[in-house]
């Protein structure tokens, strides 16, 4: 049984004033940006070394505490909800840059160093690390969640750029998984075990992460269909004949209303638009603007708008990050209820167009956006938490696709993780291999108390 007064109690003795009972600071790792219910932790411990997050485990497993790893709290699913109670494990105080290797391209990085953090770092070393949620999450809680986001058609997920890790386990160990080296074959991959774990299996105390050469020449772009479906099959051509885009947003007319509508500077036609960037040399990047210009023209698209300057760019890409928060502001007061179904990019526009009509059965208002370089798009639902008629109806059309998604051999999330609100799909989407991570989960985790309800539900 858990004796959680008695974990605090220790904590305290090893902590001093790096664990709080304080309200507020409870109140704040109650939540992270889901719908979720707000849960309070018992107190909030705030660690500065692995060997402090190895004893704080051991000390709440020695008295079955749960314990849950906290960055920023920018996660869409509920992940950091405390839902038994216990310890939140505030990790942002481990935010240091330990080794940058220039010429192996990679960095080692405490797990609350932001990605923002990580590339202020490397601007004078011509290189980038390149996953990019949008969100400026923690390192820590992007390999934990498998974040990617805006890159990852070129560069990938999170998936594929952690080399290695050191991660505490249940009990209180202290272990690394990879190496630095650029392939291996040496036994299980327990690097990408952890990764997309969401904190149930370790904790992640350090990461090893791939860089790559800053690009000589970048271009990005705006451009205006007339319907969704062109812009989708302009993308789908334009990924067909191997065309090497770092980026291609979908912002659907809603979307792109209230981008004009939250942003000063902007001024774009209320039409379905693709988002786009292009990295390279001086002339490759020519080429494949003039490239993707032809296909995308013979779908119709117009109202083309060129961003080369850096300061041009970084308005399109924040405008484009702040999509959540510049859809909240249509209805202030409401809830957003997101989707993150991804499918192969051949059932890309059925699903979308699916996904559209049963928006317009809803009378809700929901934006399509997405990452459809990889097949991924998000619907964010503006529901009042009160009216338990528009919440039925976003959660009934979020099941509708979410199966969609799994008819078409795709997942119910591609980049957002399961937390609390996909543990309802998990089964049909895995069968079978679902129970494989419950037994996996009860062997590392025996007494359930790595952030519990998280991803698998064991009694």
Known sequence: MANNEAAIAELKSLLGDRI?????VRETHSHDEAYTTPVLPDAVAFPESTQEVSEIVKI??????PIVAYGVGS?????VVPVKGGISLNMTGMNRILNIHSEDLDAVVQPGVTRTELNTALRDTGLMFTVDPGA????????ATRASGTNTVRYGTMRENVLALEVVTADGSIIRTGSRAKKSSAGYDLTHLFIGSEGTLGIITELTVRLFGQPESISAATCAFDDLDNAVQSVILAIQVGLPMARIELIDEIQIRALNAYNESFDLPEKPHLFLEFHGTPAGVKEQVAF?????????????????????????????HNAYYSVKALRKEASGIVTDCCVPISALAECIQIAKEGIAKTGLISPVIGHVGDGNFHLQMLVDPNDPEEVSAAKALVSDLNHLAIKHEGTVTGEHGVGLGKIPYMSAQHGDAYGVMATLKRAMDPDNILNPGK?????
């Open 455 to 459: 991803v698998v539900s064991l009694n």
């Open 60 to 65: 709440c497993a020695r008295h079955k505490c």
């Open 136 to 143: 400026d999450a923690t390192m820590g809680g992007m390999a």
């Open 20 to 24: 709080s009972t304080g309200q507020s």
């Open 292 to 320: 993707f210009r032809d296909i995308a023209e013979e779908l119709g698209a117009s109202d083309f708008k060129w961003a080369e300057k850096t300061e041009d760019r970084n308005k399109l890409w924040a405008a484009r």
């Open 75 to 79: 996660s869409l699913e509920g992940h």
